[in-house]
């Protein structure tokens, strides 16, 4: 792949506790994972519950440090890159997000006014995701509090496309939401990897959704990187098959 985006390399993630011995290793939560993803790729990342999903995307966004191994973006090692010119570029929309007692249109209104925008682009931006995502004018004054989990989640999805990042992180972004508000998103989200070559790597555990929008898939089993695969080459039905069989095994395992 030539000039990839985003590039990891062998990178290894132990678990950082506070009771082990400054020589002791915690236990690995990501192994040995490598992979590339070029511009306006929709990567979809699945795997059963701990496989470590969430700790990948955290990597990605750089909440986290490697244990050891790599991660570029255009070819600048990360930790060469300013904290802040990162994040501009690549965005996390994490499973639980806040509002910082703002209001949703101040809160939509906010990573813009960070950057300086002017206020007539601002408006002009956020209307326009307003109407993209069919998100309610009766929405816009209230508070978190007065917000539904469902609807929090897509005024934080809003919040981050209107930053408009090369890079989104999207950490089961339709998990609370209604299954058709869930496909215009996932319409939503494939056109702007074409029109404004955004990548976005999304965890998902609604395979349709990931089978509908995704282009490649990333199949995470216990921290290591099980397959990368072309959405077109997967067999679905399969992947459903075991996966429903593996999480039921790995719930009862567990209760
Ligand atoms: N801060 C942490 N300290 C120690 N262990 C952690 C930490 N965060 C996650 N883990 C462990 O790492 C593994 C992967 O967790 P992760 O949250 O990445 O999984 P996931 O695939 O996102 O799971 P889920 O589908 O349930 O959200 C789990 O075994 C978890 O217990």
Redesign the pocket.
């Known amino acids: 792949m030539d000039n990839p985006k985003l590039k990891l390399e062998q990178v290894n993630l132990f ?3 506070k009771t082990l011995k400054s020589n002791q290793q ?2 690995p ?2 192994q040995d994972i490598s992979f590339e993803v070029t511009k306006s790729e929709f990567i979809g990342i699945i ?12 990597l990605i966004n750089r909440l ?1 440090e490697p244990s050891s191994g790599k991660i570029y973006l255009d070819n600048q090692e990360y930790r060469q890159i300013p904290i802040l010119e990162l994040r501009a570029n690549v965005t996390l929309v994490a ?1 639980e997000s806040k509002l910082l007692g703002m209001t949703v249109r101040e809160a939509l209104a906010y990573p813009l006014v960070l950057r300086g925008l002017a206020k007539q682009t601002i408006e002009q931006r956020v209307n326009s995701w307003i109407e993209q995502l069919h998100i309610p004018n009766d929405w816009l004054g209230r508070t978190e509090v007065q917000l539904s989990a469902g609807q929090r989640q897509l005024i934080a999805i809003a919040r981050a496309l209107i930053i408009q990042p090369k890079i989104l992180l999207l ?2 972004p339709t998990s609370t939401l209604d299954i058709g508000t869930a496909e215009h998103l996932m319409q939503l989200l494939k056109e702007l990897t074409q029109t404004h070559q955004t990548t976005i790597l999304m ?1 998902n ?1 609604q395979l349709e959704l990931a089978q509908m929008s995704c282009t490649r898939l990333l199949h ?1 089993q216990q ?1 290591r990187l099980l397959a990368n695969q072309k959405a077109l080459e997967v067999d679905w039905v399969n992947l459903r098959s075991c996966l429903t069989q593996a999480q039921t095994q790995l719930d009862e395992e567990w209760s």
């Open positions: 678990a950082k506790l915690g236990y939560i990501l795997g059963l519950t701990g496989a470590g999903k969430t700790s990948l995307l955290r986290d499973q950490d089961e965890v555990h995470l921290g």
